[in-house]
């Protein structure tokens, strides 16, 4: 099983700044790598896939890097809606399909 | 637009049983995989189990491997969790979401639903 440790656990960003997300797998997931973001109380929504590409939808503020174990989730500058808890998930060896701890981006 | 709706949630106690169900709708059901993941109050994601889009393969975590079976039924754009021997630790919020590809390997997530909660408690 692919172990996915996301750093930090939790991360104080003022609104209009700039968050920076790690991810590292156990072992190479190549670029299968998506990252998804949860808002209290709603579902997950798709942000990214294949390590970099974008989800219909979603703003260009958002990008996704890395391949390989690690990777990296970046929101160019933060607004109120993006105040959540972020997830990356790697698709590359599975079952079982894993998922990273999670990152809970706060307001400073 | 497509829609999940899961329902089926409750309150159950410890060794009992429970069918969870989700509605699809706005895409082509049998093009695609379906998975359950489930969340712990206050935990991250855990995935459950997938099935094929034609339903011919299934997979499941090691924590509900003989307990849990997934199925669909095409003809109502359903899919279905059947969860049996529950313990406490199964205790969340069930997600079931639609895959990007009716096969089961690398896949992700594109539509999700918006949960229902299965409490297992005496």
């Known amino acids: 099983e692919i172990v996915m440790t996301q750093s930090p656990a939790i991360l104080s960003v003022s609104p209009g700044e700039r968050a920076t997300l790690s991810c590292r797998a156990s072992q190479s997931v190549s670029s299968n790598l998506a990252w998804y973001h949860q808002r209290p109380g709603q579902a997950p929504r798709l942000l990214i896939y294949d390590a970099s590409t974008r989800a219909t939808g979603i703003p260009a503020r958002f990008s996704g890097s890395g391949s390989g174990t690690e990777f990296t989730l970046t929101i160019s500058s933060l607004q109120s809606e993006d105040f959540a808890v972020y997830y990356c998930?790697?698709?590359?060896?599975?079952?079982?399909?894993?998922f990273g701890g999670g990152t809970k981006v706060e307001i400073k | 637009e497509v829609q999940l709706l899961e329902s089926g949630g409750g309150l159950v106690q410890p060794g009992g049983s429970l069918r969870l169900s989700c509605a699809a709708s706005g895409f082509t059901f049998t093009t695609y995989a379906m998975s359950w993941v489930r969340q712990a109050p206050g935990k991250g994601l855990e995935w459950v189990s997938v099935?094929?889009?034609?339903?011919?393969?299934?997979y499941y975590a090691d924590s509900v491997k003989g307990r849990f079976t997934i199925s669909r039924d095409t003809s109502k754009n359903t899919l279905y969790l059947q969860m049996n021997s529950l313990r406490a630790e199964d205790t969340a919020v069930y997600y079931c979401?639609?895959?990007?590809?009716?096969?089961?390997?690398?896949?992700?997530?594109?539509?999700w639903g918006q949960g229902t909660l299965v409490t297992v408690s005496s």
């Open positions: 099935i094929s889009g034609g339903g011919s393969n299934t």
């Open positions: 979401a639609k895959a990007i590809k009716g096969t089961v390997t690398k896949n992700f997530f594109d539509y």
């Open positions: 998930q790697q698709y590359n060896n599975w079952p079982p399909l894993t």
